[in-house]
């Protein structure tokens, strides 16, 4: 019994020494900085604490406060959330990162670079770091070692010197970092794109500069001038730089939510990993598979998909005349050709294949498609579906047309043009007769 009481008592000095060791004071108010229950007062998110009676006298909460707990306390007093009060102990919420200070400035908790942290650094010590999302390449940099040596940071430009780039801070690996982010566009600020057709992929690579910071007369570095790169798979997109003339087709999407101009490009691919473009002149055997991409320059991926209504190919250039249904309410019209749907609806791009076919007399196939952004606003309805939808703001893309060879070798190599020719041209011409658009 004695050895329990014992270990309990001991328990509770433990609990207490322990209590004692990570408490925190919190302000009991006194007249000039009341306790914000003592004079019903309300926390504005941004704004601060004050009385309600008079709101010119800032108060001190002990509930939950704004989100953002910068404003929480009067100047001087610094928030806990852990014991939600005001105290007069210094403390920075989010805690700073390891090469960090919380210090006070003008009464406000501020994380500031440690001085000393980096105090026997050097220049070489300077790295970046790139990271490479599909979307934006972005370089980091540790901001206390820029900030040791005396840069500006908020100052930093590309190859293409009027670019002022967007910089944000971050924590990496319990490190402050500045970090710069570039879009990955051809040409967007000074951006080179070089495309390596044998192992299909794309690079795009330009400089970040860091100027000294002057503001004081005193000028210890030089810009810093650092090389990226990031290197991606081609896309169905950028491929269409690895030919000289691709055939394709665009056009302008209406703009969505002031984006801005939106295009859409259709292309002819030779295989379904859509990085082989044709070009112009090239020709299809009937009976090869043929891809038919669709991408658009809209990258909001998370609100729109590109959606095929309708696609006809015709042996004209004005589809309205007749031609063949490929893809109708976005599905699959499979009746004279098989048409294989491998994306509609359900991404920014569009991907489907055919079997490549002729019409009776006629070298060129025409293709064009009714082309829309579709909201995703419930699930699916972009996608193939038989119910009428709401009329919809398509546009119609046409490409140039294919050039379609019916030459087919017999295993000895002999040609068998006209008999082919002309059945395809049967068959098709009866179709198109029954279902005339
Ligand atoms: C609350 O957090 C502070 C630091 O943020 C710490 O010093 C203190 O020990 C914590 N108090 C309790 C009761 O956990
Ligand atoms: C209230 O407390 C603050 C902080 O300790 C102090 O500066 C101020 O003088 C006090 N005011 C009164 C009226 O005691
Ligand atoms: C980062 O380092 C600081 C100071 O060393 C420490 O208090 C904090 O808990 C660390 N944060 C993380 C996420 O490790
Ligand atoms: C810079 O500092 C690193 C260690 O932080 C050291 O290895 C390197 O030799 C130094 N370089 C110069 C030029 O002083
Ligand atoms: C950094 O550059 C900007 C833009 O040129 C300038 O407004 C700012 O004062 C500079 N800051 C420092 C600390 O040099
Ligand atoms: C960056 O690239 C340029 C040319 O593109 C080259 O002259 C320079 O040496 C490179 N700098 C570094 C640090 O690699
Ligand atoms: C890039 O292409 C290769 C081979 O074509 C593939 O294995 C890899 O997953 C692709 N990477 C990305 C990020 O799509
Ligand atoms: C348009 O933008 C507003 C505000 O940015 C957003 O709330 C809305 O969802 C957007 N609409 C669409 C269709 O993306």
């Not at 729109?304 to 004209?316: E, M, Q």
């Amino acid at each position: 019994m004695r050895r329990q009481e014992m270990c309990l008592l001991l328990g509770v000095l433990l609990a207490a020494f322990l209590g004692e060791a990570g408490a925190v004071t919190c302000f009991a108010g006194n007249n000039s900085f009341p306790l914000c229950t003592t004079c019903s007062g309300q926390c504005v998110d941004t704004v601060g604490c004050y009385c309600t009676e008079d709101a010119i006298i800032p108060c001190l909460p002990t509930f939950a406060c704004n989100p953002d707990t910068t404003q929480c306390c009067p100047d001087n007093f610094f928030w806990f959330t852990n014991v939600t009060c005001c105290s007069e102990v210094l403390n920075c919420e989010p805690a700073c990162s390891d090469d960090e200070v919380c210090t006070s400035q003008a009464g406000y908790a501020v994380c500031e670079c440690n001085p000393a942290t980096y105090l026997h650094a050097n220049r070489s010590d300077i790295t970046a770091t790139s990271e490479c999302e599909s979307s934006a390449m972005t370089v980091s940099f540790s901001k206390c070692l820029l900030q040791r040596f005396k840069y500006n940071m908020s100052d930093m430009y590309t190859s293409d010197t009027t670019c002022t780039v967007t910089t944000y801070e971050d924590v990496i690996e319990n490190k402050s970092v500045v970090k710069a982010q570039v879009l990955t566009l051809n040409g967007w600020c000074g951006n080179q794109m070089t495309i390596n057709s044998n192992d299909k992929k794309v690079t795009y690579s330009n400089a970040l500069y860091v100027p000294p910071d002057t503001s004081d007369g005193l000028v210890i570095s030089n810009t810093l001038r650092v090389n990226f790169s990031c290197t991606y798979n081609l896309t169905m997109q950028t491929s269409l730089q690895t030919v000289l003339y691709p055939n394709i087709g665009t056009v302008t999407l209406p703009s969505v939510n002031n984006s801005g101009d939106i295009t859409a490009t259709m292309a002819a691919y030779m295989s379904n990993s859509f990085t082989d473009p044709y070009s112009v002149g090239d020709t299809l055997t009937v009976g090869n598979p043929l891809y038919i991409g669709i991408s658009t320059t809209f990258t909001d991926a998370d609100k729109f998909t590109l959606r095929a209504d309708k696609c006809v190919a015709s042996p004209n250039n004005s589809p309205s005349q007749g031609g063949v249904v490929l893809i109708s309410s976005g599905c699959p019209v499979t009746d004279d050709v098989d048409v294989q749907i491998l994306h509609n609806g359900d991404s920014l791009e569009v991907m489907f294949q055919i079997e490549t076919f002729a019409f009776q007399d006629q070298s060129e196939v025409y293709m064009s498609c009714d082309v829309s952004l579709c909201p995703i606003t419930t699930p699916n309805t972009c996608k193939c579906s038989s119910a009428r939808l709401a009329v919809r703001d398509t546009v119609t893309i046409q490409m140039s047309p294919i050039g379609v060879s019916a030459s087919f070798d017999i295993s000895s190599g002999s040609h068998t043009d006209v008999s082919l020719w002309a059945l395809l041209g049967s068959s098709l011409l009866a179709l198109l007769s029954l279902r005339m658009i």
